[in-house]
């Protein structure tokens, strides 16, 4: 009898999409907008989904409080209000793509989650876009 | 070729966490907040999802005024506006934490649905904390 | 050059709508699902406005964050996770209607915040059903 | 290590649930409003989810542009601001239903996608009411 | 001491922009799209705003069952899954553009609503696009 | 007889608040997170409204794609995915809070539309900080 639950938190970021393999004009022939040099930037918003069995005492898969403090201490200090490119280690030299990050953001959570339980990630870069990410 | 419907509803309830197994210290440690013995509230949202293959006469996996009716008849009249730990028969020795909730839903529709269709519900406490059953 | 701005924030809470000089008939009668007497629960949401002249030196308004800090001293703290009726001052004899709450909020607001600047408060009790006061 | 990359889109259009291998009576019976012969319509929201591994040069499961391209040519431009029961092929002789549109929609957009790739497809018909396709 | 409550309510309707006293071309000029012969149709979401004083004994503005209840049979019932140009008196000759519908709804509810309370009508024709009436 | 109608658009721009006649340390006492000299970024969320008469003829206040067509041209093309410090004229000495913000947007469309309207802007920053500006 497994059963999900989902958080919902968010970071505001700058980001710039640029491959340093590339020519300047088939990095803006590929990113397009999201190249420009001078960076551009969103607010994320960022659905944690844990998944598990019921503890009969709690009633609780997890306790949504100790999920909510896990999320500020690994995604929302490290990368709110902050150029994603310039002020993290994860992306000095990993394109900041929606889909990267969702991936970047599951690794880091996945440590810190009991492993009897399943995590899926989803990343709203605007809110038309989201990405999502379950480790598999 | 299954396709998925799903149809939204809700209901405002007061309700308490709370363990009477546990010392009342322990059930603040736990529950905090949660654990107010004059209880606080929420407004439910509910997604119904049932899955299964379109009629090809109807064009319809179900009729969702049927699902619409079931969903108001099961869940909505017995909970909408009601104090879920003294209000309700499923809550008296069960404790109300959303995953708890979604369960109950969950069985209480299973009953009424078609077993060739799958069920899934999510039920959102708030609109920063959500949970998802599907029945297994 | 007047502009407002608007911040979000939110509290769970119980509470039951009843006039104690009514006979439980009228009090059924008036307020029906909304005067259980063991109470039901909404997420209320918030949206405090706050206009002013713009400071040339700050680009400000008013500080967002001494705004969102002052919704959670008087607000969020007194009123979340509680039950309105039993659990504060403002309702021990006041019914707490949205319309109530509402201009209880607007006025424990209004003695923070200079008065060379307006206020209006809009509370959501439901999705549905909201409320506003601007103090006049 | 598969992401799935989501884009939103809508379209608006008018539509009239009917069978006519059926008497009106019986058309009236099954369908109820949504028969009425003169049409009603909706604001239908959609979600395309591509899934994939992430194309190490670019970040990318599939461009989202390309994406968002792909949504306009196949399914806004034939249905925006259509009767769909009159003014497209796909529904002159199959039922309109959120369920039936949703599988066309999922059949237009699976011939253009890589085939490497997995393709689902949500369709709002309502804020209330949406279904879901995922080619199985 | 005025306070505002809303109601949220919604429709789902068919309709044509047109002006009979127009050239095909001159029609097509201006309303593009929205002057389909077949129609097309918008989930018509609505909110409707009471200004009043608060009743000392209910701390009601206005009763907002009955608020939800005027507008289920002087807007809901008459529009929803209706075709405005065809099926409504209101509409056989006058434009259904979202301004002139937003008026029609105004005028339709404030003879039902006591004098001293003011009156403003939202519609949302699409998430993108809506407007708003108050009488003046 | 004067209708509101409101259009909604959006763009994602990074953005730094700082005030060069201050020293470093006043700017990050002041502006905190805001202040990162490396940017961060928002979704820009925009609603222009516009009142006046209905015109007669097309049952319109103004042609919805025209105000469409001229937020893009006048504010998506020149700020979307742009740094707005280092990417536009208009904050170039001009600091880029969302109260600034919204009134070089207000500034910016008022000259494009006919005086006898009038103009309303709602800048969301994320979806809880949002500003207004009426032009007074």
Chains 1, 2, 3, 4, 5, 6 share one sequence.
Not at 101 to 118: A, T
């Amino acid at each position: 009898m497994r059963v999900t639950i989902n958080r919902k938190a968010h970071f505001n970021a700058a980001h710039r999409l640029h491959n340093p393999a590339w020519s300047e004009e088939k990095n803006q022939a590929v990113f397009g907008k999201c190249n420009n040099p001078n960076y551009h930037g969103h607010n994320y918003e960022l659905i944690v989904a844990v998944t598990g069995e019921i503890d009969p005492d709690t009633g609780y898969v997890m306790d949504v409080k100790i999920l909510k403090d896990l999320i500020k201490q690994e995604i929302e200090i490290p990368f709110d209000h902050k150029n994603l490119n310039l002020d993290t280690e994860e992306f000095k030299s990993l394109n900041p793509t929606a889909e990267n990050i969702v991936v970047v953001i599951w690794n880091k959570l996945r440590k810190h989650i009991n492993q009897s339980l399943d995590l899926k990630v989803t990343l709203y870069e605007t809110p038309r876009n989201f990405v999502e990410y379950s480790g598999a």
